[in-house]
């Protein structure tokens, strides 16, 4: 039973940082795909960031510059580091993998990210 389980996210000031962890359990097998969405309320679900197997990165426009996302790969975990946070980043946060040659996605439960003003 594959899982992802999130942590990191909380509260903070617009122009502070936080660190979204996504770990993930049941496989030993490296996924081909892992990234972060976020969703507000009455909002469509957003792709914020991605990262390959291979090590390579996207974003949108939106968190250029100010988000990073990175992977160990011998812990099974990715990284969102989230930094000049503004009160737009307020969602709930969701880890997302998918295996190659697959087209199934594993979601996390999420976690809520609240920028304040």
């Known amino acids: 039973q594959v899982q992802l389980v999130e942590s990191g996210g909380g509260l903070v000031q617009a122009g502070g940082s936080l660190r979204l962890s996504c770990a993930a359990s049941?496989?030993?097998?490296?996924?081909?795909?892992m990234g972060w969405f976020r969703q507000a309320p009455g909002k469509q679900r957003e792709k914020v960031a991605m990262v390959t197997s291979g090590g390579i990165t996207n974003y949108p426009d939106s968190v250029k510059g100010r988000f990073t996302i990175t992977r160990d790969n011998a812990k099974n975990t990715v990284y969102l580091q989230m930094n000049s946070l503004k009160p737009e980043d307020t969602a709930v946060y969701y880890c997302n993998a998918r295996f190659a040659g697959s087209n199934y996605d594993y979601w996390g439960q999420g976690t809520q990210v609240t920028v304040s003003s």
């Open positions: 049941g496989t030993r097998i490296v996924f081909s795909f």
